[in-house]
């Protein structure tokens, strides 16, 4: 975990167009990689963690196969929302599950947070295989 680093950690994030700025966080990501001649195998994540939304609706920010991405601790599960989305995880096969106190919860890559729903703290199996086939070719 890196802290203080001028132009990387006080990376401005907050903005109306996610995608410019998980544009931006990439190129800041590719330099700081690029200048320190550090590693960015399938497996190395570059990860923003923020305190504060990209936005009002817009919690994080990952592309798929991308090391570089952006996750606010403004909820629970979003920096795990994010890396599964880096490791081709998808809304589409993120659900609604039950908690072992039989509570409807969300699991990580479930498109929309609720305060009426717990967190399930797990992928779906869904999600878990498209993780797991990504990371068969790793390096
Ligand atoms: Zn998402």
Redesign the pocket.
Known sequence: MLRNIPGVTNFKYASQNAQAVADRWMAVAADYRNTHNLGWTRTDRYILVTQGKINDQVL?A?LPRQPALIASVSSYQVIA??V??SFTAT?EDAEIGWNAWGLPCETY?F?EVSKNRANCYRYTPKNREHIVNYLKDAP
């Open positions: 994080g990952a929302h994010e599964g989305h809304h890559v498109p």
